[in-house]
């Protein structure tokens, strides 16, 4: 528990720095923008009822699909830009809203009496209906205060590191306490901001020039110490000390900075941390980009977003290449990484040589009960029967071909995540589960896997990818063809119990499947 | 015409037609001269208020001149032209986020007058209508009663030097007594002062009472124009006699009670 605790710290400066860039950047450029806007609007009722609907349509989108849509929208681009834009975009509603409404919500005896004793229109904006709307248009900046702080932590799936990652990783590894600490530091920021703005404003309201000084004090102060780490970089100075004697022994990567990509879920954080723990061993300087949306991670790669992850060959041949017909594990491998070769000049190294596939599981006691041991078996007691999944898979070809082939379809949907689903079919709440076969939760919660008779369910060969920029560096490639081949099935199982089970960090299981496959070279 | 100088304002054959064809203003004529408080009368809907709101500008004529100081204000920047003329509205119009004092010297500091004569005319100016600078200056308007924030609605009204006070029912709100204390001190003020006033009211007795001139309006155009006393004496017709009505029955009905 201490050296969780003194990982998640460790990871603080970073997070809370992207964090805090990331939302009050998208604040202030909404409120810049929405400002002028709503006071140009105010008075121009046709034109605020059109630019309020349409801030109203981008505040129904949830705040997740908003982050995800900016992705394709700017050509595949992930991290801050896709994250920033849409948050921008957030913040502007609460802010256009309440600057309109707080114009047309001055009293035209007040309005009429500034022009009628000879105010320009400027001086009546400013010296008269700013100030008495004044407590409205903070109102909805610290709304959208609240709500940006809060929807930054979302940017984490689309490659923006923030708070957020403490709670889309500690979900996937079930490291709760990483869940509490991005929780915890998240409602506190907007807790803070919320408190500094309405300080400010009373502050401004009361004239009262040295609580106004104080805040703003205080404001610089947090930024500066929130911020600081992203622009002076402390960690490498003492990494590279330790690491001196082994950079200089196998600097071939030298000089070189590879980014990392992983989809969320413990299995890819696990993988992340063995690639960047080969990568650094071979002295390149990894950042990692961890927690990526699935079709997220793979966009991110072609356009040379991240260098290299880990995919897996059925889920590329059914989302990417949109091939629906199952073929034979060989096949598939071969055909995909021709046509990622030929389509994108993206290079498949090789499978590692596990195969992390979908299969239904079911508790083995309600299992045997039922006496069921293949899909196949399912069909007539389909009415009665619940499958639970990830938000993914139901809407996979997967799960419909899955259905469709063995008569499914009277079974009733439940989504849920990954987390949850081996707790869930153990416990009973749902009878079968859609899982992941390198799952270590199968052995431990005594599942079994159901058969797949008809050969629906593609197989998931687990694949490096590199990008095309990657692949065009040869000392990459020859540090990654190391790990190709090297993980079997039982290896990936108990990496991933180590850190579902057993509390272990994904660097520690990353360590221990190092440990396993050797050192560089060994293994070939 | 009783012309005792040369007039401040001269509306001639104004007209305001609104859209939708409303007529409110048909052909008005009048003139006020520095000193002299003109007194608009007439019923609800009359074209009272659109009349004063054409003299600076609020509203633009549809026809017909005015002339202020000589000068036709169509020639003139609005913002200018309101700035010579004190504006006194119904229910006061202070600004309620200012205190007493930055209300009054709202005017000259925006004429850009240096803050020290701002302060020195805030002070005069409020000590002119009866309010103590050092207890009132600091209050916000919210902290006033009726009668004190009218009061402060004039102070604001004359910080400028104004030529022309307009005034659209600046009592109407307040309580008799207070109303009566109100009105002897304008008629002073403005003794004191010498501008010229125009002032809109329902309220046929204040007329009576202040005006030097009362103008009564109906639909639109004058019927009928002379002092108060030329008003008492001949009614022009029915309508001017229904208007005097009320304020006669009141007088007969006390001084009866004195019997
Ligand atoms: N902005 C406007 N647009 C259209 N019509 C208007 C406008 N302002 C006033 N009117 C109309 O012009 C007529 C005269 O209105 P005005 O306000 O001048 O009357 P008034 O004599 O001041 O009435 P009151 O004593 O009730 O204040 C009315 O019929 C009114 O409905
Ligand atoms: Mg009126």
Redesign the interface.
């Known amino acids: 528990m201490n050296a969780n605790l003194a990982e998640r710290w460790a990871e603080l400066p970073d997070l809370l720095a992207g964090h805090v860039l990331l939302s009050l950047s998208a604040i202030l450029v909404g409120l810049t923008l929405s400002l002028p806007l709503g006071i140009y609007a105010a008075s121009r009722p046709r034109l605020a009822g059109l630019v309020l609907n349409l801030a109203s349509i981008v505040q129904t989108i949830p705040g997740l699909a908003l982050l995800a849509l900016m992705v394709p929208l700017l050509g595949g681009t992930i991290g801050y830009a896709p994250a920033f834009l849409a948050l921008m975009l957030y913040s502007i509603l609460p802010i256009l809203r309440n600057t309109i409404v707080g114009l047309q919500g001055v009293d035209p005896v007040v309005r009429d009496a500034a022009r009628g004793i000879g105010m320009t229109a400027r001086e009546q904006l400013w010296r008269v209906e700013l100030p008495l709307a004044l407590p409205v248009i903070v109102a909805g900046l610290r709304t959208a205060v609240v709500w940006v702080v809060g929807a930054a932590t979302l940017a984490t799936p689309v490659g923006a590191s923030s708070l957020g990652n403490y709670i889309f990783a500690g979900l996937q590894t079930r490291n709760w306490l990483s869940v509490l600490f991005g929780c915890l530091f998240a409602a506190g920021l907007a807790i803070i901001l919320d408190q500094m703005i309405r300080l400010l404003e009373v502050a401004a309201r009361e004239r009262r020039s040295r609580l106004a000084g104080l805040v703003g004090l205080a404001l610089a102060v947090l930024l500066t110490v929130t911020i600081a780490p992203r622009f002076v970089d402390f960690g490498p100075a003492g990494r590279n000390a330790r690491e001196a004697g082994e950079v200089a022994r196998m600097a071939r990567l030298s000089d070189t900075t590879i980014r990392v990509g992983a989809k969320a879920f413990t299995e890819q954080y696990i993988l992340g941390a063995l690639l960047e723990d080969r990568l650094a061993g071979a002295g390149g300087r990894v950042e990692r980009r961890d927690n990526l949306g699935s079709s997220i991670a793979f966009d991110a790669l072609r356009s040379g977003e991240i260098d290299v992850y880990v995919d897996y060959s059925g889920t590329i041949w059914a989302t990417v290449m949109n091939r629906p017909e199952p073929v034979n594990r060989h096949a598939m491998l071969a055909e995909m990484t021709g046509w990622l070769w030929a389509e994108h000049g993206i290079l498949a190294l090789g499978s590692l040589g596990f195969e992390n596939a979908y299969g239904f599981a079911m508790a083995r006691e309600s299992a045997e009960a039922l006496g069921v041991a293949s899909l196949a078996d399912l069909a007539p007691l389909a009415a009665e029967l619940t499958v639970g999944g990830d938000a993914e898979v139901f809407s996979r070809p997967e799960w419909v071909m899955t259905r469709d082939s063995y008569g499914l379809s009277a079974m009733q949907t439940r989504a849920m995540d990954a987390t949850f689903m081996y707790g869930a079919v153990r416990d009973g709440q749902v009878d079968l589960i859609s899982a992941y076969t390198t799952d270590g939760r199968i052995a431990a919660f005594d599942l079994v896997v159901l058969d797949d008779p008809l050969a629906v369910l593609p197989p998931y060969d687990a694949v490096v990818l590199l990008s095309p920029g990657a692949a065009a560096n040869p000392a990459l490639v020859d540090v990654l063809a190391s790990l190709i081949g090297t993980i079997d099935d039982d290896a990936m199982r108990e990496a991933n119990r180590r850190v579902d089970l057993d509390r272990q960090t994904p660097a520690q299981a990353a360590a221990w499947l190092a440990g396993r496959i050797g050192p560089e070279g060994a293994a070939q | 015409m009783i012309e005792h100088a040369p007039a401040v304002l001269d509306v001639r054959d104004v007209r305001k037609t609104y859209a939708g064809d409303v007529e409110a203003v048909r052909g008005v004529s009048l003139s006020v001269a520095r000193g002299r408080l003109l007194v608009l009368a007439g019923a609800s809907g009359c074209g009272k208020t659109s009349l004063l709101k054409m003299i600076?500008r609020?509203e633009e004529t549809s026809g017909g001149s005015i002339l202020f100081g000589g000068e036709d204000i169509d020639g003139m920047d609005p913002?200018?032209?309101?700035?010579r003329?004190g504006?006194v509205?119904q229910?006061d119009?202070?600004?309620?986020?200012m205190s007493v004092r930055r209300n009054v010297g709202?005017?000259p500091q925006?004429a850009g007058q240096d803050p020290a004569r701002v302060e020195l005319r805030v002070r005069e100016m409020l000590e002119l209508v009866r309010l103590d600078p050092d207890e009132f200056g600091e209050r916000l308007p919210a902290e006033l009663s009726g009668g004190q924030r009218q009061r402060v609605g004039f102070a604001?009204?004359l910080a400028?030097e104004p030529e022309l006070v307009l005034m659209d029912e600046p009592f109407s709100a307040l309580d008799p007594i207070t109303r009566d204390g109100l009105q002897q001190d304008f008629r002073a003020l403005q003794a004191e002062l010498g501008f010229a006033a125009v002032m809109v009211t329902h309220d046929m007795a204040e007329a009576l009472i202040m005006a030097h001139e009362v103008a009564v309006m109906r639909e639109g155009q004058l019927v009928q124009r002379g002092t108060p006393r030329e008003l008492m004496a001949s009614p022009v017709d029915d309508y001017v006699t229904g208007l005097l009505e009320t304020p006669r029955r009141q007088v007969q009905a006390i001084a009866e009670l004195g019997r």
């Open positions: 600076n609020l913002v200018a032209l309101r700035r003329i504006w509205m229910g119009g202070l600004f309620p986020h709202l005017i925006l604001r009204a400028g």
